[in-house]
């Protein structure tokens, strides 16, 4: 069973930087063929894709990431993640990692809080 963990979050001023990481386990042998993506959620809206990363390394963003945000993988450490740059009060969210295996799996989501 795909389990999906996330960690890096925390509270950063307007202007600095973040990396969250997505771990996968339950089929290490296959994230190397996952499509992975990451998604935000802030209070009293819903959850928006921010970017995503195929199997085979190609990545997308969200305009709202764009020129700011970098999406990675490491197959050989099951893990995926997000460099944010250049944090907005507007970031502010609490960020998943998704990935579709039949069904959408996503972890427990990272809190990021951007504010002076």
């Known amino acids: 069973q795909v389990q999906l963990v996330e960690a890096g979050g925390g509270v950063v001023q307007p202007g600095g930087s973040l990396r969250l990481a997505c771990v996968v386990s339950?089929?290490?042998?296959?994230?190397?063929?996952?499509?992975m993506d990451w998604y935000r959620q802030a209070p009293g809206k819903q959850r928006e894709w921010v970017a995503g990363?195929?199997?085979?390394?190609?990545?997308s963003y969200a305009a709202s990431a764009k020129g700011r945000f970098t999406v990675n993988r490491d197959n050989a450490k099951s893990t995926v993640y997000l460099q944010m740059n250049l944090l907005k009060p507007e970031d502010t969210a609490v960020y998943y990692c998704?990935?579709?295996?039949?069904?959408?799996?996503w972890g427990q989501g990272t809190q990021v809080t951007v504010s002076s």
């Open positions: 998704g990935t579709y295996v039949a069904r959408w799996v």
């Open positions: 339950g089929s290490e042998s296959s994230f190397r063929r996952y499509d």
């Open positions: 990363i195929t199997g085979s390394d190609s990545s």
